[in-house]
């Protein structure tokens, strides 16, 4: 069991200690089991890949996850791009903060708002393969080691790109260079193909439960 659990984050050790009523000679013989499995796992890793992640579900923080990851990314000096399919109607803050990055980040808010604000389903598919036909162009680029495609999901659930045309075009990246998906509703063939899958489970949100309009900082 412990080779599945050992790349799991847990509690504090003296927590999970507690919880399981060990010794501490108990206690420390489990983690030197755990350290073991855990040092051959990495030593038997893959040094370096380029990843397909798809952070999806209905809960709140899929974007937020991912520009974690392009933060991550600006500070090891590498160049990212940002196309985002849905949002764009307003200016998100997240693109002044980033702004700092001119010279290692492009960021494209293409979209034209929510479904039910456009009203224009031609339209919104014509936005979408213009985003998607951008987004190609830094898929495609070495130079650009991550490459997050904002709420990309949902213009695929929508039906405004193909998902065959889509996963096409992630065949495209250069092998070490990363691709985020994010968005509600990332379809099946598209989970299969990634390489690391988040879903965000909606537990409580403020606008379903109490009524509570969108907030800057927490939002937008």
């Given at each position: 069991m412990e080779a599945n659990e050992s790349w799991k984050e847990t509690t504090s050790d003296a927590a999970v200690a507690e919880a399981v009523g060990l010794t501490?000679?108990?206690?420390?013989?489990?983690?030197?089991?755990?350290?073991?499995?855990?040092?051959?796992?990495?030593?038997?890793?893959?040094?370096?890949k380029g990843l397909i992640i798809v952070n999806t579900g209905n809960g709140k923080g899929k974007t937020t996850a991912a520009l974690g990851m392009v933060l991550r990314a600006l500070g090891h000096g590498q160049k990212v791009a940002i196309i985002q399919f849905i949002k764009g109607a307003w200016e998100p803050a997240e693109k002044k903060v980033l702004s700092v990055w001119s010279d290692q980040l492009e960021f494209y808010a293409m979209g034209e708002g929510?479904?039910?604000?456009?009203?224009?389903?031609?339209?919104?598919?014509?936005?979408?393969?213009?985003?998607?036909?951008?987004?190609?162009?830094?898929?495609?680029n070495p130079d650009f080691q991550v490459v997050l495609l904002d709420e990309i999901n949902i213009a695929l659930k929508l039906g405004y790109l193909e998902v065959d045309d889509v996963i096409q075009g992630l065949n495209q990246k250069p092998?070490?260079?990363?691709?985020?998906?994010?968005?509600?509703?990332?379809?099946?063939?598209?989970?299969?193909?990634?390489?690391?899958?988040?879903?965000?489970t909606l537990i409580k949100h403020p606008f379903r439960d109490q009524g509570v309009k969108a907030q800057p900082g927490i939002e937008f």
């Open positions: 501490d000679e108990q206690y420390h013989r489990k983690m030197q089991r755990r350290k073991e499995v855990q040092d051959k796992r990495i030593a038997e890793a893959i040094s370096e929510f479904t039910w604000e456009t009203q224009d389903r031609d339209r919104d598919i014509t936005v979408a393969l213009a985003a998607w036909e951008k987004a190609l162009s830094y898929i495609r092998d070490l260079n990363h691709v985020i998906l994010t968005g509600r509703g990332a379809p099946k063939q598209l989970i299969e193909r990634a390489d690391l899958v988040t879903e965000m």
